[in-house]
């Protein structure tokens, strides 16, 4: 990872979001109130500075107005995770994707268990929407940042849950 990133931490309507990145790239987004709350690495920086735009297309999504983020990411894991992080940015807002179809999609039909895996280590929770990878049967499975987080946020994306943005503190 890259020396003298920043972190800082906004509230939203799935709790709070601790959001790490430099002035080029968000590198990490996590769900600090969901069941994994991730710790902060002592070589980051506290500042909000390089999160302005990041916050406020965060805003906008949870509102129900954006449907698509534009954030640089730096996606941080070894070839195949990253792989599947991309293409999960593929996977259009307000639709679903099983485990296998992701797999197929990467190349490797048979892999739906590692894309499992890549999808659980994915580090920019949202943005890159691994909440959009469902089970075969059309049923929720697995989820970092927990079920209900999983169910409102696909709720959200299919129309069913309008929720309000939550008062972002200023950048």
Request: proline letters at 9%; a negative charge.
């Amino acid at each position: 990872m890259t020396e003298n990133l920043m972190y800082t931490t906004m509230t939203s309507p799935i709790g709070e979001l601790l959001l790490v990145g430099n002035d080029q790239a968000l590198y990490r987004l996590h769900m600090q109130s969901g069941p994994r709350p991730a710790a902060i690495d002592p070589r980051w920086e506290p500042g909000a500075r390089p999160f302005s735009h990041v916050a406020v297309q965060l805003d906008e999504y949870f509102a129900g107005a954006r449907k698509a983020f534009d954030v640089p990411l730096e996606l941080e894991g070894n070839p195949f995770e990253v792989q599947v992080w991309r293409e999960l940015r593929r996977v259009p807002y307000g639709e679903t994707i099983s485990y296998g179809e992701l797999a197929r999609r990467v190349g490797d039909p048979g892999a739906a268990r590692a894309v499992g895996l890549a999808n659980a280590r994915n580090p920019i929770a949202v943005i890159v929407p691994c909440h959009r990878v469902i089970g075969a049967d059309g049923s929720l499975t697995g989820y970092g940042g927990g079920l209900e987080r999983k169910r409102l946020l696909l709720d959200l994306e299919s129309g069913v849950l309008p929720l309000a943005p939550a008062p972002t503190p200023a950048l």
